[in-house]
């Protein structure tokens, strides 16, 4: 499998940097890894990067974009945090990621069995947890249900979509390069139990 060049990264189109997160996360369920000579990966990408996808996750180890997307080095730019949450940092990585380094999609990425999720739902407060856990609270208040199970999966899917409307409301950049259709900006839900991502 080849690095992504500039050149390659410039003939994508948002609808096939989908596409092919797509078929990524397809092989990673069958379980069929592109084969990937990682160590030349670093020296073709030692003089610079042209990653064709943001992805924007939780910090869960069981969730690794490059892993889930069956992606090498050098092709996404991975923004980690609990609870797949926005902030200016995180608005300024992605912005990065798409309006300087010429990624074509941002993916938020959220997942079941969210540790972040769950706390937010039981108003856990704790040190600077409590903070992060805050912006996770309109997901929260919008599902409004009884906490169980299935109230918090549906948080976390809601979740996703606020950090979306996000995205959109507090990143003009990237709002007009969506509107623009340089990028695409899609949600999408990580089930730890089969490795399938769901696009929202």
Partial sequence: MKTQTK????????????TILKEGNKRFVQNLKTQRDLKQQVLDTS??????????????SRVP???????????????RVAGN???????????????????KIVIVLGHTKCGAVTAACKHV??????????????????????????SI???????VELSIERIRK??????????????????????VSNGKVTFL
């Fill in 85 to 103: 949450i926005v902030n200016k940092d995180v608005l300024g990585s992605i912005e990065y990621g798409c309006k300087v380094a010429g990624s």
């Fill in 125 to 150: 407060e704790l040190g600077n947890i409590t903070a992060l856990l805050d912006k996770i609270q309109p997901a929260v208040k919008k599902v409004n249900k009884e906490i169980n199970e299935e």
């Fill in 7 to 18: 050149e390659t990264q410039q003939k994508l189109t948002p609808q096939i940097a989908h």
């Fill in 170 to 191: 507090e990143s003009p950049i990237l709002a007009k390069m969506e509107k623009n259709d340089e990028i695409k900006i899609i949600g999408a839900s990580y089930d």
């Fill in 47 to 60: 003089n610079g990067q042209f990653p064709f996808a943001v992805v924007l996750s939780c910090i869960d």
């Fill in 153 to 159: 999966e549906e948080t976390a899917i809601v979740n």
């Fill in 65 to 79: 974009a490059e892993m889930v997307f069956d992606q090498g080095i050098g092709d996404l730019f991975s923004v």
